[in-house]
């Protein structure tokens, strides 16, 4: 949700904040530890944990990412 409205924010600047890398790959991470999940193999857990870790990490990146770009407008 944070992520969302730092870039929603950006957009009123006509600032667009690029879909990092590990964004995706925390995306890649998240499905595949769902679907082994689902499919009963505990290791989805243990990849779910970390797709958690990436998007704290994901998370923050965009933020400083927001910030410095509307700073630039300001």
Do not use: C, P, W
Request: net charge positive; no cysteine.
């Amino acid at each position: 949700i944070i992520v969302s409205g730092i870039r929603a924010f950006a957009l009123e600047f006509k600032k667009r904040i690029r879909v990092s890398q590990l964004g995706r790959l925390k995306t890649l991470i998240e499905m595949v530890s769902l679907i082994l999940i689902i499919l009963g193999i505990n290791i989805g857990v243990i990849l779910l944990g970390l797709a958690t870790l990436l998007s704290v990490i994901s998370g923050t990146d965009y933020v400083f990412k927001g910030i410095r770009e509307i700073k630039k407008e300001l």
